[in-house]
Nanobody
């Protein structure tokens, strides 16, 4: 079993930045890719970004490219999601997930955290 934990969410004003953190209890071949998704109230869970084991490959949602950056610290096996120039429309619960494929689809990720709330005020 792999446990995923997110942190770093909060309430921020529009235009500000946040850095979310994701930590996994262990890494296996089945969770070599880490992805971030977000879900606003009443909406589907949407892909934000993903990164591979080494950090050499990343993938972003087209709508967020340029405002988000995913990175990882392999010493501590921690993945970060930097959110810049936040907008009220970015308000959502942000989930970290781990899986074996660099995918935009939730079904490709086997392990999920509980989520961290990001609220952006205007």
């Amino acid at each position: 079993q792999v446990n995923i934990m997110e942190s770093g969410g909060g309430l921020v004003q529009a235009g500000k930045s946040l850095r979310l953190t994701c930590a996994a209890s262990k890494r296996t071949s089945h969770n070599s890719v880490t992805g971030w998704f977000r879900q606003a109230p009443g909406k589907s869970r949407d892909f934000v970004a993903a990164i591979n084991w080494s950090g050499s490959r990343t993938r972003y949602a087209d709508s967020l490219r340029g405002r988000v950056t995913i990175s990882r610290d392999n010493v501590g096996d921690t993945v970060y999601l930097q959110l810049n120039n936040l907008k009220p429309g970015d308000t959502a619960v942000y989930y970290c997930a781990a899986g074996g494929l660099m995918s935009t689809m939730t079904g490709q990720y086997s392990y999920w955290g509980q989520g961290t709330q990001v609220t952006v005020s205007s």
